[in-house]
Structure formats: C-alpha cells, structure tokens
C-alpha cells in the first residue's frame, strides 16, 4: 500500500505565505512525478505545480513567479511554497505523485486525502 499525507494548510490573510507538504510513505519501489493541484468550489480540479524526478518544474500561468514547487526525494516529500496569496487561491490542494510500488510494479497515480486553503481577510 501507498499513502500520501498532506499537512500546511490553513486560513491566511491576502499577500501572506503558507507552505504545504505531501509525504509519501508505504511499499515505495520509485516515485517518478509529483504535483499539486487545487479545486474551488463548483470548479474541476486542476493542476497547480508538477515536479519530475529530475527536477523539472511546471506551473499554472496564475501562480508563476508566487508559488514554487520541490521535493525532497530522499524523505519522498513534496513542497508547495505559495507566496502572495491571492483570495482567488483559496481551495482545497491535493498532492498527486506517480509511484511505482514494490508490489505491484506498476506505475499508479496517488492522492493525498485533500488540505483547505483559505486567504480572507
């Protein structure tokens, strides 16, 4: 089995910072790509950041230059640094990462359970 644990959300004023991580634990062979994505109310979820295993990022043209994506592969977690927040951010941010498991040896997606953003005032 593989989990993924997401933990750093929470409720932050317009023009503050959170960092949100995503931890990866389980029967791990490799972890390929990790990512981000959020979803708003009434809206599709959608990617935010991804990550490859080399370190190649991407980003959603709404959070370039205000959010930054990394990993730590040696403790198979994966950042969200999100600087300037906006009250259009606010969502519930999932993690995503491709994994091969060492029962299986396939190639799988997996979720994290979910973590509230919310940028009020």
């Known amino acids: 089995q593989v989990q993924l644990v997401e933990s750093g959300g929470g409720l932050v004023q317009p023009g503050g910072s959170l960092r949100l991580s995503c931890a990866a634990s389980g029967s791990i062979f490799r972890i390929n790509s990790m990512g981000w994505y959020h979803q708003a109310p009434g809206k599709q979820r959608e990617l935010v950041a991804g990550?490859?295993?080399?370190?190649?990022?991407n980003y959603a043209d709404s959070v370039k230059g205000r959010f930054t994506i990394s990993r730590d592969n040696a403790k198979n977690t994966v950042y969200l640094q999100m600087n300037s927040l906006k009250p259009e951010d606010t969502a519930v941010y999932y993690c995503?990462?491709?994994?091969?498991?060492?029962?299986?040896?396939?190639?799988?997606?997996?979720w994290g359970q979910g973590t509230q953003v919310t940028v009020s005032s």
């Open positions: 990550i490859t295993s080399g370190g190649y990022t």
């Open positions: 995503k990462a491709r994994i091969r498991s060492l029962i299986t040896r396939n190639d799988d997606d997996y």
